[in-house]
Structure formats: structure tokens, C-alpha cells
């Protein structure tokens, strides 16, 4: 089985490498945050703890599909990925995270997927176009986000007065 044309969608983000390398590895999340993504379920990690084979439900125009993929690291710069279980027939991508300066990252994605069902032309044309940009926004987006909380000054509880 071939794989369709390799994707790629890179964009600058507003958080450190490391937040976003936690952010993506972050898979019991992506639901809050992914669109199409209805269940993720870390099926093993690796003794570091990070994800190693990672179960996932996409919820996709015409029926919902569940496929697992297997990651491997270079932690925090490179993750990558491919489909070994499940309704898709081939994955493979990375991301990768390069500092620009200490609170900016370019976070690049790369995919390749052979769906292994019909979905019409029209659909899948579509799905081609955006779904790797969507989906590279969208992490942009949850980075930045935990960037923020992560600046954020502790709240403390007021001291209350001695009387």
C-alpha cells in the first residue's frame, strides 16, 4: 500500500520547545483541542514515561475511525510516527520543533496517509488540503495557550489580617 503525497504545514509558535513537546505528547488532550479527534487512549509508554503506542477515534464525514500509531523520539526537538493497528491502512509523519529564540518555536509537520477506504473524490480532496493545516493551527494554538498559563504568575490565597 502507497502512501498519498506527503503534507507539510509549518508555523511559528509563541512557547518554548519544551512546551511544545509537551503539548503534543500530551495525547489524553487532544480532544479538548483537535478537531475530528472524539477519543485518544495511551495504549503503552515508553519507561520515560512519553506515549509509545497511541490509540485514537477520528470522527470523519462519513463514519469514525479508530487507528493506533507508534512513536518514537528525539526528545524535545522530533516526534514521529506511523499506523500500526487500525482502520487507516498507512501513516507516517513527524513533527519537528526548532527555537527561533527562547519563547518562539517554528513547529514543522510532515504526514503521508493511505486511507485504505473509499471516501469520494470531493471529500477527499478536501481532507488533503486542509486537514494536516487544521491540525498544525490547531496545536499552535493549544501551545501557545499552555505557554500562557505557564507564564502566568501563581495565584496565592489572600493572607488573611490578624485582628
Known sequence: ???NEEQEHSVEVAAPVSVCFTTITQFERYPAWFTGIVG???VSRYPSGVGHQIEFKMSMP?????YVL??????PERLSWKAVDGDVAAIEGTYVFEPLDASITRATCRQAIALGFWVPGPIRA??????????????KTAAETAARAAAAPAKTKPKRRKK
Open 40 to 42: 485518544a487512549r495511551v
Open 126 to 139: 478536501m481532507l488533503e488540503r486542509t486537514a494536516l493545516r487544521q491540525s498544525v493551527e490547531e496545536f
Open 70 to 75: 507508534e512513536y518514537t523520539y528525539e526528545e
Open 62 to 66: 462519513l463514519k469514525t475511525i479508530r
Open 1 to 3: 500500500m502507497s502512501l
